[in-house]
């Protein structure tokens, strides 16, 4: 049932960029390196069956996926999709905008932000049910805000931001196997609640 997938699929074809605009797209061809079905890929992404399986049918048409059997659950019968590749790159033949591009990346990183949080808040919850009652366990978290002028401003933040922690990371990394384990989760985003006009 399982297919052999391509390791990097290239890009060409306009419609099947434009499939991959959609941030969720990815996210399904993400889930879709071992045969599931729309039911299995929901469940995953906490998302309905029919919205995960309208966009299998998009990612279909478009040939970034394949159907590679079915099997039976109960009284229903299960269609098994599979993702052609694991990456997939854009060809620069496609003159798809830098502004396109970006588009395709912040929505990216924005879906991964939720998907984040709801792991942050499953994770803690976990620490507190396992926690002693007297026993303190070391975290942290903070909230800041800055105000980025512009475009360029923003990216160089952002960019000097993840080399920084990744600096802090490798400097505190215990390579023994005695190590205790912790999660070091990134999140940087446009404040909504001052309105739609600000990017800051």
Do not use: C, W
Not at 3 to 16: G, S
Not at 90 to 107: G, H, P, V, Y
């Amino acid at each position: 049932m399982k297919q052999p997938i391509q390791e990097t699929y290239l890009v060409e074809l306009p419609e099947q960029a434009s499939a991959l605009i959609n941030p969720l797209r990815a996210e399904i061809l993400a889930q879709l390196k071992q045969p599931s079905s729309a039911t299995e890929v929901a469940k995953k992404l906490k998302e309905t069956p029919q919205r995960i399986n309208y966009h299998l049918k998009t990612l279909e048409k478009v040939g970034l996926v394949s159907r590679v059997g079915t099997r039976q659950v109960r009284n229903l019968v299960e269609v098994l999709y599979q993702s052609i590749a694991r990456t997939f790159l854009l060809a620069e033949s496609l003159s798809i905008r830098k502004e396109t591009i970006q588009k395709m990346k912040d929505q990216g990183s924005l879906l991964h932000l939720i998907h984040t949080s709801e792991r942050m808040k499953k994770d803690a919850l976990h620490l507190m049910e396992q926690s002693d009652q007297n026993e303190v366990i070391p975290s942290a978290s903070l909230q800041m805000q800055v105000n980025l002028a512009d475009e360029l401003t923003r990216e160089q933040f952002v960019a000097d931001y993840v080399a920084m922690v990744e600096d802090l990371v490798k400097k505190y990394q215990h390579k023994t196997g005695h190590a205790h384990p912790y999660q070091v989760l990134l999140a940087v985003y446009p404040d909504s609640s001052q309105g739609s006009d600000n990017h800051e």
